[in-house]
């Protein structure tokens, strides 16, 4: 393990986070102590360097490829579950597996174990119960658990609030959740890497999403174009037919249908490739009301 090179990378990320030596230390040990770190002079602990981490916005194993452990391994695997049911709507399939890991000390004595579970219960409380104002007050309790001005915005605090916009977009309260949306936006462009890189194709297709109901089209479809070119550049699926979906549904709504159809097909194509026949039956009929006006 090069130390001298953990330092460096500790410098350059506290530098694009914007914070001093100071500050950095608060709550993990001395400025003198930070200073030497990143210049190699000391071994960094592995408390210290998984608080700085933490201050830092980025995962501990970004400096140090710790041994994976039992203890891990299960968190990890309630982590993957849970964002497996958020992304197919098993809300109850959500709240069972949060139940259940509340009475587990690995989740209740460790706030940001215990902020995964609260920010899944808020979005149950929303989507389920139909409690906005419940749901609010959990995903505020899940961000604030951990979110400091004085530390880089994590990946979890971005989805928390990004779970906040989507709640305020299906509210209708547009402003509001664009106000989330940039938030998310402006913490993205001092990250150094995201270990969940979908979190900027959402983010981008959300934006277009309500860029659209405002009536901007034209912001819209750049947005989804940032989207598309992020899914390219990083290999992912998820995002590619949403993304040709919300163009093509902006050049309907502009009434240039020549364009809208090309990025409806792709779209099509890609939740052929997908096997998401909703989507699929629902575009195909799309497509042919379109080209029935067009012709």
Same mark, same amino acid.
């Given at each position: 393990?090069?130390?001298?090179?953990? @330092?460096?990378?500790?410098?350059?990320?506290?530098?694009?986070?914007?914070? +001093?030596?100071?500050?950095?230390?608060? @709550?993990? !040990?001395?400025?003198?102590?930070?200073?030497?770190?990143?210049?190699?002079?000391? #071994?960094?602990?592995?408390?210290? %360097? #998984?608080?700085?981490?933490?201050?830092? @916005?980025?995962?501990?194993?970004?400096?140090? *490829?710790?041994?994976?452990?039992?203890? =891990?391994? #299960?968190?990890?695997?309630? &982590?993957?579950? %849970?964002?497996?049911?958020?992304?197919?709507?098993?809300?109850?399939?959500?709240?069972? %597996?949060?139940? $259940?890991? &509340?009475? /587990?000390?690995?989740?209740?004595?460790?706030?940001?174990?215990?902020?995964?579970?609260?920010?899944?219960?808020?979005?149950?409380?929303?989507?389920?119960?139909? /409690? &906005?104002?419940?749901?609010?007050?959990?995903?505020?309790?899940?961000?604030?658990? +951990?979110? /400091?001005?004085?530390? $880089?915005?994590? *990946?979890?605090?971005?989805?928390?609030?990004?779970?906040?916009?989507?709640?305020?977009?299906? =509210?209708?309260?547009?402003?509001?959740?664009?106000?989330?949306? /940039?938030?998310?936006?402006?913490?993205?462009?001092?990250? *150094?890497?995201?270990?969940?890189?979908?979190?900027?194709?959402?983010?981008?297709?959300?934006?277009?999403?309500?860029?659209?109901?405002?009536?901007?089209?034209?912001?819209?479809?750049?947005?989804?174009?940032?989207?598309?070119?992020? !899914?390219?550049?990083?290999?992912?699926?998820?995002? %590619?037919?949403?993304?040709?979906?919300?163009?093509?549904?902006?050049? *309907?709504?502009?009434?240039?249908?020549?364009?809208?159809?090309?990025?409806?097909?792709?779209?099509?194509?890609?939740?052929?490739? =997908?096997?998401?026949?909703?989507?699929?039956?629902?575009?195909?009929?799309?497509?042919?009301?379109?080209?029935?006006?067009?012709?």
């Amino acid at each position: 393990m090069d130390y001298s090179a953990i @330092g460096k990378k500790i410098r350059e990320l506290r530098k694009v986070v914007g914070l +001093t030596q100071g500050e950095l230390a608060e @709550g993990v !040990c001395t400025q003198a102590l930070i200073s030497r770190i990143e210049k190699g002079d000391i #071994y960094p602990s592995a408390m210290a %360097l #998984y608080q700085i981490s933490v201050k830092l @916005g980025v995962d501990v194993n970004y400096f140090f *490829e710790i041994g994976t452990t039992p203890r =891990l391994d #299960y968190i990890m695997e309630v &982590e993957k579950q %849970l964002k497996f049911h958020r992304i197919n709507r098993r809300y109850e399939e959500i709240i069972e %597996l949060v139940k $259940a890991e &509340e009475k /587990n000390p690995l989740f209740y004595k460790d706030i940001q174990h215990l902020q995964l579970l609260y920010w899944h219960k808020g979005i149950y409380a929303f989507e389920v119960l139909n /409690n &906005e104002d419940d749901a609010f007050s959990l995903l505020d309790e899940a961000y604030y658990l +951990t979110a /400091n001005q004085k530390k $880089a915005m994590t *990946e979890r605090e971005m989805q928390i609030l990004s779970s906040k916009g989507a709640i305020l977009f299906s =509210l209708n309260r547009h402003p509001e959740a664009l106000h989330h949306y /940039n938030l998310v936006e402006t913490a993205l462009k001092t990250a *150094e890497q995201l270990h969940d890189k979908s979190i900027k194709t959402r983010l981008f297709y959300n934006i277009s999403r309500v860029l659209t109901r405002q009536g901007k089209y034209e912001e819209s479809i750049a947005y989804c174009h940032k989207a598309i070119n992020w !899914c390219i550049e990083e290999e992912l699926l998820w995002g %590619l037919g949403e993304s040709n979906y919300q163009i093509g549904y902006n050049y *309907e709504l502009l009434h240039n249908y020549e364009e809208a159809l090309p990025f409806f097909k792709r779209a099509f194509h890609m939740f052929e490739l =997908l096997q998401d026949k909703k989507y699929v039956d629902f575009i195909e009929k799309k497509m042919e009301h379109l080209l029935q006006i067009w012709t």
